[in-house]
């Protein structure tokens, strides 16, 4: 033992658990578009004001494409209730909670994170379109005002983004401020949207997470009904607040987090990931091997044929 060093009994910064959650958290960044080095999140700034302690909290999340027929559908559907007070009605009972509300985007990133090369599936038109639009989440949070800019967009999605002006101006938002906004912050606010749905694994749109667990793709026809059904179950801001105070301050890995990811392995899972990738490699070895003897033992084969084809030619 190093004499300088810590006691040997003294804890230490990783225990076998923890070793096989941080090769779990590089394998899952490694899945997600832009690659490890990016952040985990895509927030926008507050739209509302703090709830009160004895207020539900509603979080809703929305995940589309800029251009994505559907999404605009289900836009026109929730615009109106995008509110910072979300009202509804659950078995009779009218309930109300503060709606924690935010919207990312869906698509390619074959760069990285600090460099990206982004690729949409609508083609670049979209790529143009979710840049301005982030910018409105960035610029216009406030209340929710974006969600109405976005909304306008979505009304005829084959004209966007040549939309943007008459939906800026008829949502009082300052259209330079867009427009130098995407050119300047609109990568990588594009970027970052891209990395975090990548990392939760959507690839349908339009896709609803409400509270961080519950996941409901398209628009169902019940869809208002089981926002109020996670309405009447949504935490308390009190309750919220003391989940975060009395949480030890520690890094998150990504399939900790991510609330729709599935579990980072154990110990016994990560074990057999270990097995079974020496096992693939010692079979792929094996292969090699043989392949190269067989290759070797057809080589003279081979000459004595062209050999005797030539003899027989001359």
């Not at 190093?2 to 006691?7: I, K, L, S």
């Not at 096992?279 to 003279?300: D, K, S």
Request: aromatic letters at 6%; one cysteine or more.
């Amino acid at each position: 033992p190093d004499p300088n060093g810590p006691p040997l009994d003294a804890p230490r910064c990783l225990d076998e658990n923890d070793l096989y959650q941080v090769i779990s958290d590089y394998q899952d960044r490694w899945k997600i578009e832009g690659g490890i080095d990016q952040p985990l999140v895509d927030d926008s700034p507050a739209a509302c004001p703090p709830a009160s302690p004895d207020q539900r909290v509603l979080t809703m999340e929305v995940f589309v494409m800029g251009k994505c027929p559907w999404c605009g559908k289900a836009m026109a559907k929730i615009a109106d209730s995008i509110k910072c007070e979300y009202k509804c009605t659950h078995e009779g009972t009218e309930l109300s909670a503060r709606l924690n509300f935010n919207i990312h985007m869906v698509g390619l990133n074959n760069g990285t994170w600090a460099q990206p090369w982004l690729r949409s599936i609508h083609g670049p038109s979209e790529l143009v379109a979710e840049r301005i639009e982030l910018c409105a989440r960035q610029h216009y949070a406030k209340d929710y005002q974006y969600v109405k800019f976005l909304h306008c967009m979505d009304e005829n999605v084959t004209t966007i983004p040549i939309r943007a002006p008459e939906c800026a101006y008829k949502h009082d938002m300052d259209l330079d401020l867009l427009i130098e906004c995407a050119n300047e912050e609109g990568a990588e606010l594009v970027a970052t949207s891209y990395g975090y749905s990548s990392w939760l694994g959507i690839d349908i749109t339009p896709t609803f997470v409400l509270n961080g667990h519950k996941k409901v793709l398209g628009m169902p026809s019940n869809f208002t009904d089981q926002v109020c059904a996670e309405v009447a179950k949504s935490p308390l801001a009190s309750t919220l607040a003391e989940s975060h105070l009395s949480s030890p301050a520690k890094s998150t890995s990504a399939s900790e987090k991510s609330p729709v990811a599935g579990l980072h392995p154990t110990k016994s899972e990560g074990m057999d990931l270990w097995i079974t990738g020496l096992v693939v490699g010692a079979i792929t070895v094996i292969t090699l091997v043989l392949g190269v003897l067989v290759m070797r033992w057809r080589a003279p084969r081979r000459g004595r044929e062209a050999e005797s084809l030539i003899a027989s030619a001359n």
